[in-house]
């Protein structure tokens, strides 16, 4: 048997000392301690954890049985021995209607007190017994109840509120609070409380830090981790901060419990007894399981709330899509889709769940489905223009895009995709096409129609030339030449594919010097000179006729500004960005103006069209490669082209 704790009570404190003495020789288990009054036993009792009560029948305030009457209103079930020297069969029937456990007449020599030793080891442990099972019942009943609500709960707030109902009801504790740590102010704010409260948790403050306010159960709780306990709040020193206010409801001890899970804390469980030392080592591990469950239990409902609020979140941001959205199963059945897929098809999401996708397209259409479906399924991916038909029979042009979708272990789950409508788009083409047919027949008759009578003056221009020399046949012959580069810009506008065609290997000096060939006069002083990778010419990849032209025009535009005696150089950019440039020494652009140069119709000389740089800018951009002006080191205007790739 484990150490018994003995409260004896005689009026006698000589003979007090002597069966103290006495008793503790007959077991090595006994702790005696005394007292002389009923009062004085009272308060030991209330202060103590005692495992039994001897007392002493006639004593002057209050007798034993009195002081046995008064036991039982608050501790109805410890043992009680009443030990006289002065007894009766009355005063032993008095004693056991009273709720005596034994009732013992006092004797001489230690027979008589190992007699009474024996009478408190059985007592002691039926007591324990009983209380051993009546414990675990309560345990078990508990922990049940605390088990049911956490499983039925639907919210944080409700676990809260049913834990702290449930735990409160169970004798033998008052009142059950939970509590969050503001991290702002260290202070533990209650959240949910039930029980004998009358606005303990009002008049009091609760922290988690070092000051006075921090050192109770719940402020150690919080700060170690672990539970915490006051088992006498009456004389525990450092509950002194809360004391008047807990014994004014009946509070004798109090444990903390930090709600904890995966390192996480979601709050605290605090539980105030009516009985100093309730928190014996058993209770303390029951009320540790608890607060495991309920952690757990919050961490699961918090997540779920998570999860919620994020699927919540998708189906919004899906919603708001103007495009359609599905997700199809391997048989092609939508298990998921948006609020745009219902409307254009004029169908619910309950009456479009489950349903064979194919059957939302017209007859003519179900094979193109069902391929792109398979292919999907079988490459990862693809893309289709389909008709989808509405409810009330409309074709409604949509381009398909679709994803094949796996699992985390990756296996199929089927498919994902979204449906744009190209209705507009689709109108747009085919305004554009009608537009560009419409250019090139405005081409066509720029062509004929300009070119014959420019053809004419041309002809008629080399016969007055030459019967005689005149300073405005020089004029005439600058503008009909400046009117064919005009014709030849817009009919290459007009007629040319804006996307380059295939590329091919091209060395930069070679093409430059062709295009100069056909840029330059060569009656006049212009000279080029190529630096481009001496003996063993650069080589880049692009559309060589693209390409030519857009050397022409950066040529002409030298002439044109520079003057028909102009120095052009082409040479290699030396940097980590592949590319060449063509510089002058020209009057060059200013920076203010150079970011225009490139816009249609720009051009500060006379005998510039407005369209050659324009033209330029659009084959670089159709290569992917970059253009920007910049001042040559000649003195004059450079423009430098990069993101070639170089062929090795």
Known sequence: MSRITVLHVDDEPDFLDVAAELLEQQSSDFNVITETSGTEALERLAASDVDCIVSDYRMPEQDGIELLEAVRETYPDVPFILFTGQGSETVASDAIAAGATDYLRKGHGTERYELLANRIENAVDQYRTSQRAAELERVRALASSVDQALIRADSIAEIKTRVCEIISESDPYLFTWIGERDPDTDRIEPCASAGVEESYLENITVTADDSPTGQGPAGTAIRKRRIAASQNIQNDPEFETWREEALERGYKSCAAVPLEYDGTLYGLLGVYSSRSFAFCESEQALLSELGDNISHAVHSLKIRDELRAERTFIDQALDSLADIFYVLDPEGHIQRCNEQFATVTGRSEAQLSNRDVINLFPDDEHDTISEAIEETLTTGQTAIEADLLAEDGKRIPYEFTGNRLTDQNGNLRGLVGTGRDVSERNRRERELEDQKEQLEQFAATVSHDL??????????????????????????????????????DLLWLTREQREIGSQEPVAIETAAEAAWNIAADPA????????????????????????????????????????????????????????????????GIPAEEREKVFNPGYSTSEAGTGIGLNITKRVVDAHGWDIRVTESSIGGTRFEITGLEIIE
Do not use: K, W
């Open 451 to 488: 070119r014959n009578p420019l053809n004419v003056i041309t002809g008629r221009l080399d016969l007055v030339q030459q019967e005689c020399s005149s300073e405005h046949l020089d004029v005439i012959e600058t503008a009909t030449d400046r009117m064919e580069r005009i014709i030849e």
């Open 524 to 587: 006049d002083d212009a000279e080029v000179y190529c630096d481009c990778g001496g003996a063993t010419q650069t080589l880049i990849r692009a559309d060589v006729d693209q390409f030519q032209h857009l050397l022409e025009n950066l040529f002409r535009n030298a002439i044109d500004h520079a003057g028909v005696d102009v120095t052009v150089v082409v040479g290699m950019i030396s940097s980590d960005d592949v590319g060449f440039y063509i510089e002058d020494d020209g009057p």
